[in-house]
């Protein structure tokens, strides 16, 4: 598990977190180049490559040679994965500019002391322990976000915590208006819309930005660099709000019920769609995960049930509509048994019941239960 904490950098400190970090870019920057002129690097050829730089130059020689290795292996990871998966472009060259500072150190290059990071060539950080750690830390990873504030990402171990005791099942289905509707009302987790709410304060800062010289030509302009700090915080403002909201409901949902079937929603970020829809697709993205995560940790039975069908399929009966439903139809009727509910709790229902017959999408039900689908019923 990871614990993140916020560091104070002093100046000093800071100016040495970010030379630290233009050293590993050059490294990552050369082992990039390396590979595209036509060898492909391994950890070994690296290696040798990093103690020769390292004995011709001083400017790599100041910096700590545990997150310089650190580097390069994370990069040769990047590699590997980027032949493993089809379609994957090989690693990039960091840019200046463009990258966020973050570093890697394992249990040789940093310690804890006087509730301060030490890190290699004196360098030593306070900490905001905003909670303390369940363990000594196995590695660090020291990164800037884009307002400038710094970041400890300690990999620690916990024991997992016993959820309680509970035969309690439920369904949920994710949408636009309602983030997550479970099959009972109590636990449905409503769209609060933070990104949007701060939708206005964001497009001014934006426009804002395409006023001032954003730097494609000459330098960045002070007033270009404010307003992008502003669009970045509201941002960041709107994202922590969405997180905090998922992990109360999520903590909920899991402590309650020892099965849960969800629906297996794709966030789709079409070009065409529009900002709400945008934002609700991450709300949802980021209520699924923390749901996933928390329900797994705890032991829990999670079940990803297909979206297709859900909302057309009676959750009592399991008849299927012959029509989808329109998107503005908010309620559901089955013309089979005459079951009426919302539009969204129907789905829900459903998608518990796939789960409950221990399936994981409506298709294999309805053929494990021919009589009761294929549009003949026999109420
Ligand atoms: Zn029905």
Redesign the pocket.
Known sequence: MRYNYRLRPGAQAGRALLTEWHRCRFLWNEAVHQQKSGSRPDLKKLGKLLTEARRSSQWLRNGSQNVQQQMLRTYMQALAHSFKVKGRGRPKVKARKKTLPSLEYTTRGFSIRDSRLVLPKGVTIPVVWSRSLPSEPASVRVFQDLLGHWYASFVVQRDTEPAPDTDGVVGVDWGVTTTATATDEAHDLPYLGHRQRCAAELAKAQRRMSRRRSGKRGPQSNGYQRAKRDAARLHKKAARQTQHDSRVWAKQMVDGHQLLAVEDFKPKFLAKSTMARKAADSAIGAAKRELIDRGLRAGRKVVLVKPAYTTMT?S????RAKQQLELDERTFL??????TDSRDRNAAKTILAVAERGHTSVDDVRHVHPSSGSGV?A?
Request: charged fraction near 0%; charge should be neutral; glycine fraction near 8%.
């Open positions: 009676c009592s009966c399991f008849a089955c013309h089979c048994c005459g079951y019923c109420v």
